[in-house]
């Protein structure tokens, strides 16, 4: 991934916290090669969705495992953005003003479905006695599952230079719960930044949430 400028941030849709707890879906991510090793400072935590419930329970979530990183975080719609979507102008004044180094965007970046095959638990009839099991191969029954999937990308960047420092994205689905998927996104965020040195030494595992 290219570096990119600090953007101006608006509602691009839902954003979509639907990842299994459990899920063997991968953050894809890259970093600034300057940037590896030189843990954050003061951090702005922003999310970009129509849903305000969303937005600040994935803010505060992720503002309270950078603390326990030993990271300041703080939620922008919780404390100091009234009103959507913002103008990059009024975004970067916002953090100038309050002293942040830098600000971490999370939003949707595309939409897709995907179709899965699902088991079923019923068995055929005539595996109710041992002869049908002996006359027949046992073949359950299965259907087909439509999911909506979701591109979530996750940036970090320098207030002072507006200069992208790392970026994550990953695939997901709407077949999970909010409350668990929320975790499993943050939790995938700071594991990487915690890998690229971008959080500070010895924070042990503040991504379990």
């Not at 991934?1 to 063997?24: E, H, I, N, Y």
């Not at 971490?104 to 041992?130: E, G, H, M, W």
């Not at 939790?187 to 040195?197: E, F, Q, T």
């Amino acid at each position: 991934m290219k570096r990119r400028d600090l953007p101006a941030v608006g509602m691009f849709g839902t954003l979509l916290l639907s990842l299994a707890c459990a899920s063997t879906a991968r953050l894809h991510s890259w970093a600034d090669p300057e940037a590896v090793g030189r843990p954050i400072g003061r951090t702005a935590v922003l999310a970009a969705g129509d849903s305000p419930f969303a937005v600040l329970r994935y803010e505060s979530t992720l503002v309270d495992v950078l603390g326990r990183a030993g990271v300041v975080g703080v939620s922008l719609h919780a404390s100091l953005i009234s009103a959507d979507p913002i103008s990059r102008r009024h975004l970067i004044e916002v953090l100038e003003r309050s002293r942040f180094d830098s600000i971490i965007v999370t939003r949707l970046t595309a939409a897709k479905n995907r179709a899965q095959v699902v088991p079923s638990d019923a068995y055929p009839d005539y595996c109710d006695t041992f002869y049908g099991y002996y006359a027949h191969a046992i073949d359950t029954a299965t259907y087909a599952e439509n999911l909506s999937g979701y591109d979530l990308e996750a940036s970090l960047y320098d207030v002072k230079t507006k200069r992208a420092l790392w970026r994550g994205r990953r695939s997901v689905y709407d077949d999970r719960s909010e409350e668990c998927n929320v975790k499993a996104v943050i939790r995938d965020v700071v594991r990487d930044l915690r890998k690229k040195g971008l959080l500070p030494a010895g924070s042990g595992r503040p991504e379990e949430t």
